[in-house]
Each structure stands twice: as structure tokens, then as C-alpha cells.
T-cell receptor, first 117, second 115 residues
């Protein structure tokens, strides 16, 4: 079965400190990996994606993510957190073309990031 | 214009009502999606339209009826809903050019309450 896991329901970090939101995946073949953020009462916003190439992907608002094939992980990182980064973060995977579930975006359960001043 | 616009933002309906949710985008995207999201949970895919044709139906009950009248509009018709259908309904769109690597653009959603 193809799945995405976000092991932490909530991550708390002080403003100015680095943050990491964890994501691991289980997909056969080479997956397409995404991070989305959801602010209260809003839809999801795209942050970044990994398709192929450099394992370190840079995205919006200073976020980046590192693809690690051996550990099947795609952790989201930011060197210095802001209070305004507080939101719900979703990791997602799209199985590669030709596999079952192609076209579907499979979301993790989400991680609430709380950045305190 | 990089927005997906959903109306209404809030909707309260009884179990015998018929209502419709509307979604509009002018980015030239040819794939459009309906998702259902419960509070603090991930979105659940309901339907996918590709080039105005229904390509994925995730075994959604028939009380939800999607419609894609043209490449910019997506509707979700609701009839005889149950209280457990109360949720945030999200519309999204994407290009289909590059397939699975394309990012989704989401609307802000319609918060639906079924009484």
C-alpha cells in the first residue's frame, strides 16, 4: 500500500530557532513528493516539491526539504522559524505514472507547527 | 490570476435541502478536484475532472453530484446530505501537462454544516 506518515501531531519551536517537520513515505518506484501548508480557515498552499535531481529542494517562505531515498524521508526544514509560520503542514506523495493511484495526491495526517515568540 | 474561487464560504443546510457549491479558476488549468476535509485532518479526494471529463470518483455517495460545465467551472451538487457530511469542501486545480508532478492550487473552501 502507498502511504505517507507524519509521526508528530504537533511541533513546538521558539521563534528564531530552526524547525523540522518530519515525513516518511512508502511508495513503489520514484515518487513525487510535496509539502503544503494550511493556515486557519484557508485552503492548502503549495510550499515545495521534489520530482528528481538535487535532494535539497527550496520552496516558498524560506522553507526547504531534503529527500532521502534510503530512509524514504522528505523532512521539511527552515533555519529560523517565525511566529507567522504557525500552521498545519501536510506532506503528500503522488505515485509515479503507470502505478496504481496515479493522479491521486496521498496526504499525511498533518503536523501542527506552533512557533512561540 | 492565480486564484481558485469558491462560493459560498459558509453553508448551512437541512437534510432535505438541495444546494450547490461552486468553484472557478482562470489559470487555464484542465484538471479540477473536489476534496472533503474534516477539522485537523488531511483532505480526502472525492472527484477529479480532467479536460472536463470525470476521471476519478473515489466511491463517493450519490448524494454528492459533481459537474464540470466548462474548463473554468466546477460545481458540486448536494442533496439529502447527512450530518456526518459536515466538513470543509475544497476545490483545487492543476495543469495536466506534466502529470503527477504538477502542484495543486486550492481554494479557501466552503464550510458546510448539515443540520
Amino acid at each position: 500500500a502507498q502511504s505517507v506518515a507524519q509521526p508528530e501531531d504537533q511541533v513546538n519551536v521558539a521563534e528564531g530557532n530552526p524547525l523540522t517537520v518530519k515525513c516518511t513515505y512508502s511508495v513503489s518506484g520514484n515518487p513525487y513528493l510535496f509539502w503544503y501548508v494550511q493556515y486557519p480557515n484557508r485552503g492548502l498552499q503549495f510550499l515545495l516539491k521534489y520530482i528528481t535531481g538535487d535532494n535539497l529542494v527550496k520552496g516558498s517562505y524560506g522553507f526547504e526539504a531534503e529527500f532521502n531515498k534510503s530512509q524514504t524521508s522528505f523532512h521539511l526544514k527552515k533555519p529560523s522559524a517565525l511566529v507567522s509560520d504557525s500552521a498545519l503542514y501536510f506532506c503528500a506523495v503522488r505515485p509515479p505514472s503507470g502505478s496504481s493511484n496515479t493522479g491521486k495526491l496521498i496526504f499525511g495526517q498533518g503536523t501542527t507547527l506552533q512557533v512561540k515568540p | 490570476d492565480t486564484e481558485v474561487t469558491q462560493t459560498p464560504k459558509h453553508l448551512v443546510m437541512g437534510m432535505t435541502n438541495k444546494k450547490s457549491l461552486k468553484c472557478e479558476q482562470h489559470m487555464g488549468h484542465r484538471a479540477m478536484y473536489w476534496y472533503k476535509q474534516k477539522a485537523k485532518k488531511p483532505p480526502e479526494l472525492m472527484f477529479v475532472y480532467s479536460y472536463e471529463k470525470l476521471s476519478i470518483n473515489e466511491s463517493v455517495p450519490s448524494r454528492f453530484s459533481p459537474e464540470c460545465p466548462n474548463s473554468s467551472l466546477l460545481n458540486l451538487h448536494l442533496h439529502a446530505l447527512q450530518p456526518e457530511d459536515s466538513a470543509l469542501y475544497l476545490c483545487a486545480s492543476s495543469t495536466v501537462r506534466d502529470g503527477p508532478g504538477e502542484k495543486l492550487f486550492f481554494g479557501s473552501g466552503t464550510q458546510l454544516s448539515v443540520l
